[in-house]
């Protein structure tokens, strides 16, 4: 979303439909709230902790169905989790969680510097490549352990980080002349 300035209103650009519209944006840091706003971002934040946080969820009925030989789809009685162990994560993922700020438990999944999200991208695919010539699903693979393989392969092959960085250059010098 692109913001623009009219008459000290500010207007965020977002496309419905194919279609392009101009919508106001008109809260600040410093904003003064109504109950309603209140209400509604609170609503939003508790909405993005536990979208956040499902995959911590998942992962303890991952652990507990391979720990007691279970098959990938038993059924898992919830009480049986360590649910102080998830109460604990929660309260520390809560207390760290800034609205607005992308990511999920661990932090951040993708970077927003330009080069570094493309060096991610490139490692991802790399990653996918080899998880597959070792037949292993992706969609088995948590998270967690997806991030630590990327990160792994940043910190083995310096040369991604190159390609990441002539990839954006190549692509910062390209101008499309008037369409």
């Known amino acids: 979303m692109s913001e623009t300035q009219v008459n000290d209103v500010a207007y965020g650009s977002m496309t419905i439909q194919g279609l392009q519209f101009d919508i106001k944006t008109p809260y600040k840091e410093g904003h003064m709230i109504t109950a309603g706003e209140a209400s509604q971002l609170n609503q939003v934040r508790m909405e993005n902790i536990r979208n956040n946080f499902a995959s911590v969820v998942r992962n303890a009925v991952q652990d507990y169905r391979k720990a ?91 040369d991604i980080m190159n390609e990441a960085k002539r990839r954006v250059n190549a692509v910062a010098e390209v101008t499309l002349a008037d369409l």
């Open 68 to 158: 007691n030989g279970l098959d990938e789809e038993a059924e898992v009685p919830l009480d049986q989790l360590d649910k102080d162990d998830l109460d604990e994560k929660l309260s520390q993922y809560d207390d760290s969680y800034i609205m607005g700020m992308r990511g999920g438990p661990t932090g951040p999944r993708t970077p927003q510097d330009p080069v570094l999200r493309e060096a991610n991208r490139i490692a991802m695919e790399k990653v996918k490549v080899a998880l597959k010539k070792k037949n292993i699903a992706i969609s088995s693979v948590s998270k967690e352990s997806m991030d630590k393989y990327i990160t792994g392969v940043l910190g083995k092959y310096p």
